[in-house]
């Protein structure tokens, strides 16, 4: 299994900053965000209701979701199990598809169950491991 890790990941959007000029000039702008996310490349398992299971790969983790390039489509709006294993153990959870841009997907966490547990601490040893370095996971 491939582990990749580092720190947060904010949400950069373009907007038009007016200018003393009158002119607007596109500038970035960070996003706040509910939840910090976290990159993190492992394999993943998506469970579509009526189609075959669809791997992929992870790119960032949040407690509230997850993102990951996918092999084939899945429609946005459905909800799907999600099977992954995080450092600290196996995740099996709910989610629904939030967005897709090209083959990379964000799912949005849809249920409470013990696998909130690993995805929180994952979190959590996530970013004492941007304040110690990368080692520590």
């Known amino acids: ?4 890790v580092s720190g947060p ?15 607007s000039q596109p500038q970035e702008v960070v996003e706040a965000r509910r939840h910090p996310r976290f990159q993190i ?13 669809v791997r992929g ?20 709006g459905e909800v799907v199990r999600l099977g992954f294993t995080l450092p600290l153990g196996e995740v099996e959870v709910h989610a629904l598809v939030r967005q897709r841009s090209a083959f990379r997907y964000g799912f949005q966490f849809v249920e409470a169950s ?24």
């Not at 990941?9 to 002119?23: L, M």
């Open 41 to 53: 490349e492992v394999d993943i398992c998506v469970y579509p209701r009526n189609s075959e299971v």
């Open 114 to 137: 013990s696998a909130q547990d690993v995805i929180g601490q994952t979190c959590r040893e996530l970013s004492m491991a941007q304040v110690h370095g990368p080692n520590r996971l």
């Open 9 to 23: 990941i904010r949400e950069r959007t373009a907007v038009e900053v007016p200018k003393q000029s009158g002119q």
């Open 57 to 76: 790969h992870t790119v960032d983790l949040s407690e509230s979701g997850i993102s990951a390039m996918l092999k084939d489509e899945i429609p946005l």
């Open 1 to 4: 299994m491939k582990t990749g």
